[in-house]
T-cell receptor, first 111, second 113 residues
């Protein structure tokens, strides 16, 4: 069975400080990993996926198969980064959008 | 493109009533997914549909829950004889194809009293 763990419910950082949102997964096959973000009163939206290896809004995430992790990082937090962040997994084969989500981490960026 | 539209946004039902949740996918999208989020939990996959077909319902409870995506009109998630444990946020997502990014609606928050 596949599982995604986000150990922190809340992460509070100061503006300009580095951010790392943790995500660990368990899956026996080859996974595709995603980060989704939900800003206040907005819908869930895709932030980035490991396959595309992009940096979106200054965020990056590297898939570490040895540690089964996909932590989300940003060197300098901005106020507008405050949101709920969900890590998600999908089998690499089959349907991309059948996702297994973590419980989410609320990022709070303060002045 | 208005995005994935879900209605109602909030729905209150008494125990034993039926709940109908609607999802209109984005224009041009023929794949629809339903997820449920219980309090303090992540979104959990329920069902994946294409027009007139259920592709994967491995996440659907065996009883009282059903979903459809007719040729015309929105996808419907139907919960019969609701119980307090059905109280949750129900999210719909749509995509143009199975292996492409899915776009989420704003969800329907169901409260069973």
């Amino acid at each position: 069975a596949q599982r995604v763990t986000q150990p922190e419910k809340l992460l509070s950082v100061f503006k300009g400080a580095p951010v790392e949102l943790k995500c660990n997964y368990s899956y026996s096959g080859s996974p595709e990993l995603f980060w989704y973000v939900q800003y206040s009163r907005q819908r869930l939206q895709l932030l980035l996926r490991h396959i595309s290896r992009e940096s979106i809004k200054g965020f990056t995430a590297d898939l570490n198969k040895g540690e089964t992790s996909f932590h989300l990082k940003k060197p300098f937090a901005q106020e507008e980064d405050s949101a709920m962040y969900y890590c998600a997994l999908s089998p690499l084969t089959g349907t991309a959008s059948k996702l297994t989500f973590g419980t989410g981490t609320r990022l709070q960026v303060t002045l | 493109n208005a995005g994935v539209m879900q209605n109602p946004r909030h729905l209150v039902r008494r125990r034993g009533q039926e709940a109908r949740l609607r999802c209109s996918p984005m224009k041009g999208h023929s794949h629809v997914y339903w997820y449920r989020q219980l309090p303090e939990e992540g979104l959990k996959f329920m069902v994946y549909l294409q027009k007139e077909n259920i592709i994967d319902e491995s996440g659907m409870p065996k009883e009282r829950f059903s979903a459809e995506f007719p040729k015309e009109g929105p996808s419907i998630l139907r919960i019969q004889q609701v119980v307090r444990g059905d109280s949750a946020a129900y999210f719909c997502a749509s995509s143009p194809g199975g292996r492409t990014e899915a776009f989420f609606g704003q969800g329907t928050r169901l409260t069973v009293v």
